[in-house]
């Protein structure tokens, strides 16, 4: 069984900052990567911030310059400072990894449940 369990939520004014945290356990024999994700009322999903297990990043447009992701391989759980908050980035949160369990040949794609991040303007 695996399992990511998010932290870090919270309300805040724009202008503030909140880090998220995602720590994955369980049989995991490797993490090819971890992902944020997140959803505000009404609207799909998107993709926030991603890193590989080579730490290799990427960044949603909007984000960039204030968002940072960053990851611990050593204790399976990546990282989401948030800076700069605005209004717009009130959502729910939720983290992504692509997880080979041990024993398995394949990756499988797990969530989180999701943090809400809500900001006050």
Do not use: H
Request: proline share 2%; charged share 15%; with cysteine.
């Amino acid at each position: 069984q695996v399992r990511l369990v998010e932290s870090g939520g919270g309300l805040v004014q724009a202008g503030g900052s909140l880090r998220l945290s995602c720590a994955a356990s369980g049989s995991i024999a490797r993490i090819n990567s971890m992902a944020w994700y997140r959803q505000a009322p009404g609207k799909q999903r998107e993709l926030v911030a991603t890193i590989t297990n080579g730490g290799t990043t990427n960044y949603l447009d909007s984000v960039k310059g204030r968002f940072t992701i960053s990851g611990d391989n050593t204790e399976n759980t990546v990282y989401l400072q948030m800076n700069i908050l605005r209004p717009e980035d009130t959502a729910v949160y939720y983290c992504n990894a692509n997880i080979r369990r041990t024993y398995a040949v394949s990756y499988v794609t797990y969530w989180g449940q999701g943090t809400q991040v809500t900001v006050s303007s």
